[in-house]
């Protein structure tokens, strides 16, 4: 039987905790090289900043910098301040753990049209998750010639409590989600089929990497084998709940037909009414070109006075009013149409 607690197990097991840090550095860092699309939209301007946006963007850098603190502790030649570095190491990756299953619940909010009985308790455990996040410094680091920086000794229990939580956490939205997606109270949009088709799995993915995590934790082998599951935990949280933004905003953005101009770009399409979304009036006739002998005139249509023909939407992409008209179910061409009524 392996003794998990003797010098040369713990070296070993350091060893190994070593090649994983840098596997998944890089593999977070290929993550993150594919979707700075998606960040500089948003950072240069292009695309109109919304408030859920920046969750996002906390999770996704707060756990860049923490796998580069980790890069350093493993790869530190000369004597620094271990303690230090562990501390922040820790800080940075509780705060992407907590973020991401901020980013997790917001999306249940916007499934549940942001009922005031699921966004209370919602909050209320949010809460919670932080308290115990941010409790307090829950490892020990120290420098040993020859070794870099080495963890001494991690407090497994609150370890664990705090992953325990994040896994209950993480099970109620998905349970909450998922309620909501199976039994509609109307048809199925196109929306809530991509958020059912992939959305509950990056959820599951969530649960179970915390899961993975809080039994290795509650094993308490040895200081190592301890927090080896923690930071893979973090990063599929982070990667599956920032997923799921970026492909919500995406779809929102490419519905204007569908989805109110409030909407747009954001990261959650809370329920809003439709008239608030309309086109401005345009003139019948825009411009009048003539080029070699040949008359060219473009025309446009005025939108329609009357309000009652444009469809309303929940937060779930569901039709809030019910008609015999489904404008989902229309193939969107290129040419510009008058809207169906």
């Not at 550095?25 to 960040?39: C, H, Q, R, T, V």
Request: glycine fraction near 4%.
């Amino acid at each position: 039987m392996v003794d998990w607690t003797s010098p040369a197990e713990i070296a070993k097991d350091a060893a190994a905790f070593d090649r994983l840090m840098h596997a998944l550095l890089g593999l977070y860092m290929w993550e993150y090289a594919i979707s700075i699309d998606f960040d500089w939209q948003y950072l240069s301007g292009k695309k109109t900043f919304r408030w859920p946006l920046l969750f996002y963007f906390l999770n996704r850098y707060c756990l860049l910098f923490a796998l580069i603190g980790i890069a350093i502790a493993l790869n530190v030649t000369e004597e620094i301040n271990c303690q230090g570095l562990y501390t922040f190491n820790q800080c940075f990756g509780n705060a992407a753990i907590g973020l991401a299953s901020i980013n997790l619940s917001l999306r249940t909010m916007a499934v549940w049209s942001r009922k005031w009985y699921i966004v209370a308790p919602l909050v209320l455990v949010i809460m919670g998750h932080w308290s115990l996040l941010l409790h307090g410094i829950l490892l020990k680091a120290a420098w040993v010639p020859e070794q870099g920086c080495i963890i001494t000794q991690t407090n497994s229990k609150m370890l664990a409590a705090t992953f325990i939580y994040t896994m209950v956490f993480d099970f109620t939205v998905l349970s909450l989600t998922a309620f909501k997606l199976l039994y509609p109270k109307t048809g199925r949009s196109k929306l809530v089929e991509l958020i059912f088709n992939d959305g509950l799995i990056y959820f599951a993915i969530a649960f179970l990497a915390n899961l993975i995590a809080t039994i290795f934790m509650l094993l308490d082998l040895n200081p190592v084998m301890s927090i080896i599951a923690n930071v893979p935990a973090a990063i599929a949280s982070t990667i599956v709940a920032c997923r799921i933004v970026r492909r919500l905003s995406s779809f929102t953005s490419k519905g204007p037909e569908m989805f109110p101009t409030s909407t747009q770009g954001s990261t959650i399409a809370f329920r809003s009414n439709m008239s608030h979304g309309l086109r401005p009036k345009l003139s019948t006739k825009v411009s009048t070109a003539k080029s070699e002998g040949v008359h060219v005139q473009m025309e446009t249509f005025e939108s329609p006075t009357d309000k009652s023909a444009y469809m309303e939407y929940d937060a779930a992409g569901q039709l809030a009013k019910s008609d015999s008209y489904d404008p989902e179910a229309q193939a969107i061409s290129g040419e510009f149409k008058r809207p169906p009524y």
